[in-house]
């Protein structure tokens, strides 16, 4: 097993405990909710497929698209045709899903909001996420149909159609300001947002964030795609002042220093660039963490930048790279959340990915091995 990085020096993560002290080495005590994740909720869908299924939707072997109108009927035909697995699926969801996952007991640390249609595909996707051990509370609403995610497997290939539906429909007064559920808020102590969720509620996404800041909280985000950095800058220009943790990989780095005028390709250089940007919350600097597949995962805090080798794997053992992003994050905060360390951040974090691209799909054996 290769080396999971460079002994970086104690970073402090919370204000209570100063980095190193025999404080910090005890196991923190963790209670329900205690990480709070919010985005675009999916009903993972994947089968095996034939070629003729791909020809009738017009699918690609091998790729990612968004649903069109002449989609609509692959999700239920596949259900009917083949022989199907359901996850519960979405960025977010899949990283506090993998956070608890790593985390193990006590059930539900990780809490998730978001939005879901009152249908078949949605009482699946609350089974399969309770299954998972995470207390998700779902806004549910009739006018659109649950998000899905249809993955077609066809030998080595996997064709994605995600179609978000329902999940867009988030809606800011009738879910997260209704009074239980702004308490799973309030009780949380870690928050993490992947930046899909600012193309649904911006007022959700600075509630959150503007809490997390008041009260002297961890708020992390996610710039998830290079069209965030473009088409949605603005909002995520009002949410970056309150970010604690900026996660994003080289290529999604690459495209936020040129939307950000940095004049720059270097990725360390754009990482030292945002974690230098404007913060409301003095008190803890920003932390920016890029990965860049098999390279060295970059973290920039303060005035310094460090590299962790990623851990080495054979080519033949890689099933599935997607959801490697989503478990990075899920690994990193499952330890962020116990006010570990974040040498011990990112090793788990390196962990989680690895363990993900051996199995199809953002899916992962019973119980972790790491220590």
Known sequence: MASEGPRAKKAKLSEETEPGSPAEAEPTELSPNSLFGMGNPLLDISAVVDKDFL????LKPNDQILAEDKHKALFEEMVKKFKVEYHAGGATQNSIKIAQWMIQEPHQVGTFFGCIGNDKFGEILKRKTAEANVDAH???????????????????????VANLAAANCYKK????DVEENWALVEKAKVYYI??????????????????????????SMNISAPFICQFFKDNLMEVMPYVDILFGNETEAAAFGKEQGFETKDIEEIAKKAQAMPKINKKRPR????????DSTILAQSDKVEMYPVLVIDPKDIVDTTGAGDAFVGGFLSELVQEKTLDQCIRAAHYAANVIIRHAGCSFPDKPDFQ
């Open 194 to 219: 992947a930046g899909f969720f600012l193309t649904v509620s911006l007022e959700s996404i600075l509630k959150v964030a503007k809490h997390a800041s008041e009260n002297n909280k961890l708020f």
């Open 287 to 294: 932390i920016v963490v890029i990965t860049q597949g098999k």
């Open 138 to 160: 779902y806004y549910e609403q009739d006018k659109e149909p649950t998000g899905t995610c249809a993955a077609c497997i066809t030998g080595d290939y996997r064709s994605l």
């Open 55 to 58: 020809d009738k939707y017009g």
């Open 173 to 176: 007064d009738k879910h997260l």
